[in-house]
């Protein structure tokens, strides 16, 4: 596979990602509310942040990995766009305890151990019509971007 070919089959990759997270937030609207629909939606904002975490290829390896750029979003999306990715990095995909800022309390009461907990509120998790929307958005520009590559990999001769 060259180099350029790599690079299409990443970007194709990306596309299937935002595409698998848009279709399973679209299901939750039917989705009852409990366990699993929580974890698809977790997953759901997983398969969106994918894209813009490095993914390595022949081609590409350690830092030079294959990175989306965040797409040409407004402020509004942008900042929705890196709440997701913090949510993924920090709370879906790891557990970064200096977002809880724990307080551990502890005493002896009547002799025995007592010990407590004290921390901050996990980030709340976006609204699911605002990660569609910033989806479809990203998708169609990611669309105009696939023709151009479409394009560049099989050339009018």
Not at 7 to 32: G, N, P
Not at 105 to 112: F, I, L, M
Request: with cysteine; proline share 6%; net charge negative.
């Amino acid at each position: 596979m060259t180099p350029a070919e790599e690079h299409y089959v990443h970007f194709t990759e990306c596309i299937e990602s935002l595409t698998s997270a848009w279709r399973i937030l679209k299901e939750l609207d039917s989705a009852a509310p409990g366990v699993i629909r929580a974890a698809a939606y977790r997953m759901a904002l997983v398969e969106y942040a994918k894209p813009y975490k490095t993914s390595y290829g022949t081609h590409k390896r350690g830092r030079q990995g294959y990175v989306l750029p965040a797409p040409n979003l407004s402020t509004e999306e942008l900042a929705l766009h890196t709440q997701v990715l913090d949510l993924r990095d920090q709370v879906l995909a790891h557990s970064d305890l200096t977002l809880k800022d724990a307080r551990v309390y502890a005493s002896r009461v009547q002799g025995h151990p007592f010990v407590t907990i004290g921390a901050n509120q996990l980030p709340s998790f976006p609204n699911t019509f605002a990660v569609i929307a910033l989806i479809e958005h990203s998708l169609e520009l990611m669309y105009v971007q696939l023709k151009q590559l479409d394009e560049a990999i099989a050339p009018k001769t």
